[in-house]
């Protein structure tokens, strides 16, 4: 292990706990769709199949990079203008997986919010009720994918790879700092799950998060590349803001309950 080695290891530890944010959100809002009972073992199997897939592409990574050659051009079906740019006019297999987990994000994240708002006359959400374990496994997976892709391919283009791709060490520096970052998300996981599952206001803004997630994949996939830490600046200074509300709510609460209690004291007294 050179120093070279142990520097990109924190910094891709620090990077995939971040790009796993998503990851977590999405999966605290399905399992949270569960019964109470299988929600923790929604949650961890969630996480170990993130897990799962992230080793795998890496283990298969000259493949993976494969993926972002184009295999046809936008141009050939006739398209032309100023907008049809180099990286519009190509289009890989990686585009084509980002458009589509993009969209799946995006109806994912609106019917959510749809079924919060638009509840039934028992106050169960409409798909509440439809939702089975096997059913939220397969949609995280479907997630977990998209994600994992991203998230590879990035953890590559930040170690120094030869022309067959990178070396045992910057593969072995890879591998550890994916497992490093599931094992803090496993941690953590049930506190975010249980905090986005207390306060609704939270929640709405967790499917507000996987939009703008969504949007970006979608946009990434039509060739328009910006940078994610706008999104996650947006969406850190929304969430402190959130948190100050729920600091200002509580004791709001708190000094109703003070000023009830001392009422029932004095009607007690007279």
């Known amino acids: 292990m050179t120093t070279e080695l142990i520097i990109a290891f924190f910094a891709l530890t620090l990077m995939e706990i971040v790009l796993g944010i998503d990851n977590i959100v999405f999966i605290a809002i399905i399992t949270g769709k569960l019964p109470a009972s299988q929600q923790a073992k929604g949650r961890r199997l969630g996480l170990l199949l993130a897990l799962a897939m992230r080793i795998g592409l890496l283990m298969s990574i000259s493949w993976i990079m494969t993926l972002v050659e184009p295999i046809f051009h936008l141009a050939s079906l006739g398209l032309s203008g100023e907008w049809l740019t180099k990286n519009v006019n190509e289009v890989s297999i990686k585009d084509l997986i980002l458009i589509f987990g993009g969209l799946f994000l995006l109806y994912k994240s609106v019917t959510e919010i749809h079924d919060k708002v638009e509840e039934d006359e028992d106050g169960i959400p409409d798909e509440q009720e439809k939702v089975t374990f096997a059913g939220a496994l397969v949609q995280i997976a479907m997630l977990d994918v998209i994600f994992s892709l ?121």
């Open 150 to 270: 991203d998230s590879v391919i990035t953890a590559v283009g930040m170690i120094n790879s030869g022309e067959e791709g990178p070396t045992k060490q910057g593969l072995g520096v890879m591998i550890g700092a994916i497992v490093v970052s599931v094992i803090v998300m496993l941690v953590f996981a049930e506190r975010v799950s249980g905090f986005i599952e207390r306060h609704p206001t939270v929640k709405m803004l967790a499917l507000s998060f996987l939009m703008l997630i969504g949007v970006m994949l979608v946009a990434e996939g039509a060739g328009s590349h910006f940078d994610k830490n706008y999104i996650y600046f947006a969406m850190a200074f929304a969430l402190l803001v959130e948190m100050l509300n729920i600091r200002v709510r509580t004791q709001s609460r708190e000094m109703k309950a003070i000023r009830e209690a001392k009422a029932a004291s004095a009607s007690e007294g007279s």
